[in-house]
Nanobody, 115 residues
Framework: QVQLVESGGGLVQPGGSLRLSCTASGSVFRIYPMGWYRQAPGKERELVVTMTGADITNYVDSEKGRFTISRDGSKNTVYLQMNSLKPEDTAVYYC?????????WGKGTLVTVSS
């Protein structure tokens, strides 16, 4: 089985930065696609960004130029660097991994952007 653990969330002022981390354990290969979803209060979960090999796809227009996804294959870890954070970015952020067509999820890490 695969286990994903997110970390790095917290309370930050508007304009601040956070780096989220997601470490995968279990039967995982570095080539497996990984990415991030988020769920804001009172809203449905939305796909934020994915990384398949060297291909990165951003699904939220408002975060383009502010969010950067990267991977450290040796650690089975994916990161989400978030800069210039806005209150609208407040959400629980979930890491996912696609293993042979099966999706695995972490339990999420809360990001709160507030003055």
């Amino acid at each position: 089985q695969v286990q994903l653990v997110e970390s790095g969330g917290g309370l930050v002022q508007p304009g601040g930065s956070l780096r989220l981390s997601c470490t995968a354990s279990g039967s995982v290969f570095r080539i497996y696609p990984m990415g991030w979803y988020r769920q804001a209060p009172g809203k449905e979960r939305e796909l934020v960004v994915t990384m398949t090999g060297a291909d990165i796809t951003n699904y939220v227009d408002s975060e383009k130029g502010r969010f950067t996804i990267s991977r450290d294959g040796s650690k089975n870890t994916v990161y989400l660097q978030m800069n210039s954070l806005k209150p609208e970015d407040t959400a629980v952020y979930y890491c996912y991994l696609n293993r042979l067509g099966n999706l695995y999820w972490g339990k999420g890490t809360l990001v709160t952007v507030s003055s």
